[in-house]
């Protein structure tokens, strides 16, 4: 069984500049979740998709957006990027069409802005 | 609004001793899970253990346990005989079938000590 993987495991970027983050989802699981953890706080929900739609939705702006593929891999991509988007950010998949149960979690992105 | 309140951000406890991590939460749902997770200097999110609100059985892994008491809506965590590979930040976490995603406490990093 393959678990949750993403990439790139660091990347770097400039205030206003665009980034693309990818997400493996657990063999077998449907749906991906996608969450943001600011250094020392807990992590915050993004968004959810399940079988390529967006599912629910977190308190973020519209630049933050998402996809998701036919094999439940999915992408976070975030416009004019601003300094405080520097986090880690962590994809989560589970089966269920509302990821009811357990989220498992990958290794994180970590990006920072600068 | 669901919301999540971890009162003790450290806490330190000797090897093969017994600590207890507190957890308490809002809302005026009735369905819900719950949830403690774990997460490593490695950035691993790890799932330690899961509650459902409408069991009254408090749930147990091996050293981990909980106290669950749901009219105080509170969720601690009991981590019998610690070792050293306990050290970790650990987050309490919310959902309900409807929201559809996690909502994480601040986090409280626990240290064993040798």
């Known amino acids: 069984e393959t678990g949750v993987t993403q990439s790139p495991t660091h990347l770097i970027k400039t205030r206003g500049q665009q980034v693309t983050l990818r997400c493996s989802s657990q063999s077998g699981h449907n749906t991906v979740s996608w969450y943001q953890q600011a250094l020392g706080q807990g992590p915050q929900f993004i968004f959810q998709y399940y079988r390529e739609e967006e599912n629910g939705r977190g308190n973020f702006p519209p630049r933050f957006s998402g996809l998701q593929f036919p094999n439940y891999s999915s992408e976070l991509n975030v416009n004019a990027l601003e300094l405080d988007d520097s986090a880690l950010y962590l994809c989560?998949?589970?089966?269920?069409?509302?990821?009811?149960?357990?989220?498992?979690f990958g290794p994180g992105t970590r990006l920072t802005v600068l | 609004a669901q919301t999540v309140t971890q009162s003790q951000p450290e806490m330190s406890v000797q090897e093969a001793e017994t600590v207890t991590l507190s957890c308490t939460y809002d809302t005026s749902e009735s369905n819900y899970y719950l949830f403690w997770y774990k997460q490593p200097p490695s950035r691993q999110m790890i799932l330690v253990i899961r509650?459902?609100?409408?069991?009254?059985q408090n749930a147990t892994e091996n050293r981990f346990s909980v106290n669950f008491q749901k009219a105080a809506k509170s969720f601690s965590l009991k981590i019998s005989d610690s070792q050293l590979g306990d050290t970790a930040m650990y987050f309490c976490a919310f959902m309900t079938p409807r929201a559809r995603q996690l909502t994480f406490g601040s986090g409280t990093q626990l240290t064993v000590l040798p």
């Open positions: 989560a998949s589970s089966l269920g069409d509302r990821g009811l149960g357990e989220q498992f």
């Open positions: 509650q459902e609100a409408y069991k009254q």
